[in-house]
């Protein structure tokens, strides 16, 4: 299959160019309090007992000195400068999920959230560094009129072990992890049959199986994005699922769509929870975009939120607690 033969070719050259990044660097600045979650709705509630990680979580200190060391362009001190702090989530080994949230800076309308992750797939090193260029972006914008999320590195596991890998701590690539209806009857069987047992795209036991997916699931419960970007590479390309006319293109990333797969964060939050999920697939895993193409896909995507996003109340998101679910108990 063409794709396949990409996806080889993409992550031999992930391999060769890992580690050349462009250096960005934030500023420090204390981050808005986040919104009081929503009560658990009863979907959540069904979800496996949280597995105790492998081993202690490390400080912010510590995660910080591990991530700043293995992406050259974030740096330890940009890290710890960032604003970023622990979620609460963490990795099978330990590592906090580290976040923060960018208020809106204009107050024409109720504002939109967005949440915005990179690194679920732990090999896309340019993902994370490209989060973390556009944290930059949010410190110093003046007219933006967004409630961000940002995560950079959701699979931290993943981005740290040598060489990365797109899977995290047990081998489950999270991004085949969450709980869409066809999990139980199509994800196993489509990794085995379609995939012939890839290792790098295992879904896991059971869906939500994983500390990393769970933590991205319960934010997304909590915080009800408007919309969720999610960073990847190395296809060179936008993928888009959810409502609303798909964007045509960010910058020089085009749209072109993946289909949805068993598990997928695409297919659970833009298919079945049916909110505008973007995936930009920059083109590189080890080299970041030039920061004039970094800057067109930012100001192209916020242009097509604010254009394409609703402007009143009620979010579209409502569904999260009135969306039954109906599969959620037998497929652990
Ligand atoms: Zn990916």
Known sequence: MAVAKRFYRNIWLARLLAGLFVVGAAQAQSPPKPPKPPPRPAVAA???????????????????????????????????????????????????????????TTRKNTPRRILLIGGIHGDELSSVSTVFQ????????QDQPFHWRVAPCVNPDGMLIRPPTRVNARGVDLNRNFMTPDWKSDA?????NRTRKDPRRYPGPSP???????????????????????????????????????????GYLHLHQLGTYPGSLGNYAGVYLGMPVIT?????????????QSQRIWNDMLQWLE?????TEPALYQRLEDHPWNGGNESR
Request: with cysteine; glycine share 8%.
């Open 188 to 192: 196993l069987a489509y990794w085995e």
């Open 208 to 250: 939500l199986s994983e500390p990393e997916s769970r933590w991205l699931d319960d934010a997304i419960r909590a915080f009800r994005p408007d919309a969720i970007v999610s960073v990847h590479a190395p296809y060179g390309l936008l993928d888009y699922d959810g409502p609303a006319q798909a964007p045509e293109n960010f």
């Open 46 to 104: 069904a979800k496996p007992a949280v597995t105790k990680p492998a081993t202690p979580l490390v400080s912010m200190q510590k995660a910080c000195e591990l991530i700043g060391g293995r992406l050259q362009s974030v740096g330890v001190e940009t890290c710890l400068k960032s604003g970023l702090r622990p979620s609460g989530g963490q990795s099978v080994n330990g590592l906090p999920i580290l976040w923060r949230d960018f208020a809106p």
């Open 307 to 311: 254009k394409n996003l609703p402007k």
């Open 280 to 292: 930009l697939e920059l083109p590189h895993a080890g080299i970041m975009p030039s920061s004039a």
């Open 134 to 141: 556009w944290m930059k972006e949010l410190e110093t914008k």
